[in-house]
């Protein structure tokens, strides 16, 4: 079964920059889209970015638009969420997500497309 883990989380401040990292293991991400989803306490999970399994696709939602950039490494079986101008609203666990999907250039954030989840990393923005 295909494991991830998330890393990368932590406390900033606001302005400040954090890059999450999704590793996998005991299976290639290349047949996998991947998406980045928050849960805040309190609140459901929310989905915020996906990449396509080429890496050539991808989706933001309006919150962070302009300010997260996902990205991903198959070589090193490794997807990345690059967060920028962080905002104390943005505090919250981050998980990413597996998407087993036949082509290579769409993803989606809807939650209930994903099989395979991390168990979550905390980020705190905060002064």
């Known amino acids: 079964q295909l494991q991830l883990v998330e890393s990368g989380g932590g406390l900033v401040q606001p302005g400040g920059s954090l890059r999450l990292s999704c590793a996998a293991s005991r299976f290639t991400l290349d047949y996998y889209a991947i998406g980045w989803f928050r849960q805040a306490p309190g609140k459901e999970r929310e989905g915020l970015s996906c990449?396509?399994?080429?890496?050539?696709?991808?989706v933001y939602v309006d919150s962070v638009k302009g300010r997260f950039t996902i990205s991903r490494d198959n070589a090193n079986n490794t997807v990345y969420l690059q967060m920028n101008n962080l905002k104390p609203e943005d505090t919250a666990v981050y998980y990413c997500a597996a998407d087993w999907v036949p082509s290579e250039t769409v993803c989606t954030i809807r939650r209930g497309a994903y099989d395979y989840w991390g168990q979550g990393t905390q980020v705190t923005v905060s002064l």
């Open positions: 990449i396509s399994r080429s890496g050539g696709n991808y």
